[in-house]
C-alpha cells in the first residue's frame, strides 16, 4: 500500500474496505513478524480530539494488549506525554511497526472521511501545535471544518456520537486487518512449506 486511502466513514464498505487496505499495508511491512502498536492520539477533554482514545478503547474491547495500544480513554497519548511514551519504542532495536491514529480537521466536503497513507502524521498540526512525526502508517478522521484560529472550539464542539462513529469503524478495522494480515502470512507459510 504506497497510496493514500480515503473513504467516506458512512459509506457502507467503510468497514471491508478499510481493513483490507490495512491488511495489504501490514503484509507489506511484514507485521506478522513485529510488533505493532497502534498510537491513538488525542485526549478525551475535546470531543473532536477524543478520537484517538476512542479507537484505543474500541481496540482494548475488541482484546488488544496494553502493548499494542498507547492511547485509551483511561491512559490518553497526547501532547504532553506523547514524547515520553513513544520515545522507548522508537528507540527500540526490534523496531516495532506504529500505526498513528489521530483526528483532523478539513474541508466541509471532506468532513467524516477517514484516511489510511504510508508515513507518520504530525500531530496538534490542526491546533498549532508543533510535535514530532509519529507512525509508520497513518489514519486520520476529518472529524469537523478547520476554521482557523478557531480549530481549537471547532473541535471542543464536534458532536461525540459522530466522532464514535468513526472510531468505532477504524478500530474494528485495525483489529481485523492485522488479524487477517497474520492468518494469510501462516496461510502462506503452510503452503510454501
Partial sequence: MDSTLSISGN???ALVTLSSALETAFMERGAHERQVVF?????????????GPLVGQRLRRLGASADEVLGTLEEPLHALNLGDRL??????????????????LGSASNVGSIGLRPGGLHPGQGVGKTLPEVGELSITATVNVSAGALDAQVLQSTRLYF???????????CWWGLRMARRSAVARARVAA
Fill in 11 to 13: 459509506d457502507p464498505t
Fill in 163 to 173: 466522532v464514535q462513529e468513526l472510531a468505532e469503524t477504524i478500530g474494528t478495522a
Fill in 87 to 104: 520515545e522507548p519504542l522508537m528507540s527500540s532495536p526490534s523496531r516495532p511497526l506504529i500505526v498513528a491514529v489521530d483526528a483532523a
Fill in 39 to 51: 498510537a491513538c492520539i488525542g485526549t478525551d477533554r475535546s470531543t473532536g480530539d477524543a478520537l
